[in-house]
């Protein structure tokens, strides 16, 4: 089960957080968490990290993965795409956290089966990861089947 969460305020740091808050969503009981920042406006990225130090610390053991995505990749530039900031979060995220990273656009389906293959833990293989964003821009509303 995929669920969505709003935006929160801070992660529960115990199980008796996470019940005592009125509207317990299960955020300690998962297998992994996808933490999506915008690619257009980076600032939204120390969210993420924010979030990843709170799951790490509030949790004794390392049962669950992290994913980060940056979605919004339609909103950026080439300029943009290749700058030194995304190059950055990309190395923080893959080399130093070990955690999957994914850049997407939700709006135009790309790169969408990617997120749920990092999920799955699969490594990126097959012809809708080596499809350019103009000829996923073509498939825009159709569902991606895994
Ligand atoms: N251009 C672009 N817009 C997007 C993309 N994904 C989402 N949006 C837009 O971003 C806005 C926010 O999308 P939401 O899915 O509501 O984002 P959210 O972070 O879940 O927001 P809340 O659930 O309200 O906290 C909407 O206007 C979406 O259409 C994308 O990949 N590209
Ligand atoms: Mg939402």
New binding site residues.
Partial sequence: MVI?V??QKRFPADNFAEWNNGHPLGLRTVHAYVL?FDMGNLETFRYCRSMRDQILDSFCHRDFSIIVVG?????ISETQANSQELKDISTLVRKHWRCGYVE?????NYKIGDVFRELMGCTSTGSAIGTDFSQSNRNKGRCTIL
């Fill in positions: 969505d709003p935006p999506v979605n919004k990749y339609d909103t997407c656009s939700a709006q135009y």
